[in-house]
C-alpha cells in the first residue's frame, strides 16, 4: 500500500472525524475537535499538521501546534487496520520536521496511562514518561468529554 503524506487539508474534517471516533482510547471534546476548532489550530499550525492517506481514503493524521517556545502534540491517529506500517512514525517526522522548521526545540504530549498501544509507540520513537510532573487543566467553558 502506497501512504503519501500531506499537509492537513480541512475539506476533509468528516472523514477524519470518523478515522478519530474509530481510534480506541482517544480523547476528544464538542469544541476544540469540532470543525471550526479543528480549523483554527490547522490555519495557526500548516507546517505541523498532517494527514495519510492510500487509496484516496484518510488512514491517518496528527495534530500538533507550537506556542513558540514549545511544541504539543495534540492527535495522532493511524487506522487500526493500517498500523504497524510505519505511519505513525512518518507523521510524527513529518510534523517533527516542521517545529525544527519553525525553531522549536522541544515537543510534549498527553497520553491516557491506560493507552498501552499510545504509551508503547511513543516510548518507542523517543518520547521520555516523566514522573516528575502532573498534567493539570481547567475548562473555561463547558466542555463534554468524547473518549474513544
Not at 59 to 74: E, F, H, I, P, S
Not at 77 to 87: F, L, N, P, T, Y
Not at 99 to 111: D, N, T
Request: aromatic fraction near 10%.
Amino acid at each position: 500500500m502506497k501512504v503519501n503524506i500531506t499537509p492537513f487539508v480541512i475539506d476533509r474534517y468528516e472523514e477524519i472525524y470518523k478515522l478519530w471516533m474509530s481510534c480506541k482510547n482517544m480523547g476528544f471534546n464538542n469544541v476544540d475537535d469540532t470543525e471550526e476548532g479543528i480549523r483554527k489550530l490547522v490555519d495557526k499550525n500548516p507546517k505541523t499538521c498532517f494527514v495519510a492517506e492510500a487509496d484516496g481514503e484518510v488512514v491517518g493524521t496528527v495534530l500538533a501546534g507550537n506556542d513558540g517556545r514549545r511544541g504539543y502534540v495534540y492527535h495522532l491517529c493511524v487506522s487500526e487496520a493500517c498500523r504497524k506500517q510505519g505511519i505513525g512514525k512518518r507523521l510524527m517526522d513529518a510534523m517533527l520536521d516542521g517545529m525544527r522548521e519553525e525553531g522549536i526545540s522541544k515537543v510534549a504530549l498527553v497520553v491516557f496511562a491506560y493507552n498501552d498501544t499510545a504509551n508503547a509507540f511513543y516510548e518507542k520513537i523517543g518520547f521520555i514518561k516523566r514522573d516528575d510532573i502532573f498534567y493539570r487543566n481547567i475548562a473555561l467553558i463547558d466542555l463534554e468529554r468524547i473518549d474513544t
